[in-house]
């Protein structure tokens, strides 16, 4: 057992690409944060928030590396604690407090069922080590699998942000310094998705189809009621928050994909899902990371998060602007970036299940790609909103106008996110051929050599082919604007104001206005509403419930204090009684494990 414990690396495949995603994406946030972080120096510390975010990576990085339970646990609640320090930094805000409260509940919870998860694995194969326990995975009984199926599920889905587990994230990520969003979203979630494929896939080894089912289900759910949620959101933050789990879903839904096709023995189809499932993990990595330090330089710039306050920033700060356009673009799946080329492979993925699968559910898997279908085109929706309501178009406030200017090395975390997003949609055909081989070792089957038309179909484009289509397009553009524009003068006019004497900026679209006929088709789901305000004359507030917040967790919350205030009955105040409740309690936790070793 020591000897286990102290082989504590895990250094295959699966771990070096994750700490490769680890170490590429927190280099790009690690130089934004060093311009980012001296609007703090008056209030805060800046050697805290560097130290916390040190210890936050490392940790990261240190339960990718694990090969033991203790040691992965222990490496996971140092990730879990430093990244809620972090997302109560700014602790002077109540708001924030509440928000960080409500994570530390959810990522503890998320870690006791890990403990529970991993001490079931103990019992069942009487070791630590991961390399034992996947030798161990064919010896697991069904009923075995399935609890460490659901606990991995429970877990895992807690901290990446699978529904109904997902209510932190549009609370964390909004109080969090955005330097810090982007780590948690670009990083840490995909931290809780490797976990969960070393679980399901390494360890557990051949599953029945009806967990990917239950996988697929699950993230499509996830997929579309987040992306609704997001459509809704002014804070473009908590938009970026909601947009998170929706990726989340997408990542998830493929992963159970692949596990269906590994269930049916199609090992190539679940090889290439599986990868799809991987190349999107780094891919929203870094156009997540890009979104929410373009949306940091914002809120640097202007004090504020409310989209429905901005408006017009292209003209002063044209760099951030284009950064958040290539990411607004990658995220949207438009090529040649990134987003688009994990994005056909996922849906290259499920369309494979045509003629493969004869079931009934074959009709569920392709519901469930026509919804994240539909889902991908909700994500253009409202990255359009998210992208023309805070920079084009003509300043909504004060704080829109008088904007600040950003330190240079947050442009440059900026800019060299953008880079990847180009580079790894462009070079996406190199880049998938290396994942395939990372997958081919988590699927543990021999090399799979695929045809060039197969690779060529689930990366969407030839690099080739398309270097040729832009630098067409881009010569026959300029032609164009030359030769339409060479000696040629131009009118200004003023813009109809609908019958006003003068138009206002705010009489633009809104962020709330842009997307409320998606709002008021998804009632139900989010929690819709619109308050009439009578002052001088008449204005409409609407905003947006999370519905499982609603009717799951306040409930609960409910029931927590209600309970907490009976218990305090208990509490008589006098020493003698608290011991004798020590004592009671180490007496029942020792019997407890005497009786389950």
Sequence with gaps: MLESFYNIMMTDWLSIFFVALIILISIPICLFSIGYVKEYRQNYSIKYIYSMMTFFILSMIGVVFSNNSIVFMIFWEIMSMTSFFLVIYEYKNKENLSSGIMYFVMTHISGLVLMIMFALIYKYTNSFDFKEIMEYSNKFTLTQ????????????????????????????????????????????????????????????????????????????????????????????????????????????????????????????????????????????????????????????????????ELGGLYKKMKFATFCAFVGTAAISAIPPLNGFASEVAIFMSFIQVAGKIDSIWMIVIILCGSILALTSGAVMYVSVKSFGITYLGEPRSIKAQNIHKVPISMNIGMGLLSVYAILFGVL????????????????????????????????????????????????????????????????????????????????????????????????????????????????????????????????IISLVDYLAIKITKIHYGQIQVYIAYIIMSLIIAVVCVVKFI
Excluded at 269 to 281: D, P
Excluded at 457 to 481: E, K, P, Q, R, Y
Excluded at 507 to 531: E, V
């Design 428 to 555: 996406s055909k190199f880049i998938f051929e290396y994942i395939i081989k990372i997958s081919q070792d988590i699927i543990n089957v021999g090399n799979i050599r695929l045809d060039e038309n197969t690779l060529q179909n689930f990366v969407g484009f030839d690099i080739v082919v398309m270097a040729s289509i832009i630098i067409s397009v881009t010569v026959v553009f300029l032609l164009v604007n030359y030769i339409t524009r060479k000696n040629k003068t131009f009118k200004v006019y003023d813009t109809w104001g609908c019958g006003f004497n003068e138009a206002k900026p705010y009489m633009q679209y809104s962020g709330s206005g842009f997307t409320q006929p998606l709002s008021k088709i998804a009632t139900s789901i989010i929690g819709y509403k619109k308050t009439v305000l009578k002052e001088e004359t008449i204005f409409f507030r609407q905003h947006t419930t999370d519905m499982i917040e609603k009717y799951l967790y306040n409930p």
């Design 145 to 308: 699998k399935t609890i460490i199926f659901i606990l991995a599920i429970i877990g895992f889905g807690a901290k990446a942000g699978l529904m109904p587990l997902h209510a932190w994230l549009p609370k964390a990520h909004p109080s969090a310094p955005s330097n810090v969003s982007a780590l948690m979203s670009g990083v840490m979630l995909k931290v809780a998705v490797y976990g969960f494929i070393r679980t399901a896939f390494m360890f557990l080894g051949d599953v029945p189809y009806s967990y990917g089912i239950s996988l697929m289900i699950i993230g499509t759910l996830t997929a579309i009621i987040s992306i609704l949620n997001a459509s809704a959101q002014r804070n473009m933050k908590k938009l970026l928050a909601y947009s998170s789990a929706e990726n989340i879903g997408l990542i998830f839904s493929v992963l159970g994909l692949a596990i269906i096709f590994k269930s049916y023995g199609l090992n190539t189809l679940a090889v290439l899902a599986l990868t799809a499932g991987l190349f999107h993990a780094v891919n929203h990595g870094i156009f997540k990371s890009l979104l929410f330090t373009a949306a940091g330089s914002v809120l640097y710039s202007t004090g504020t998060k409310n989209m429905n």
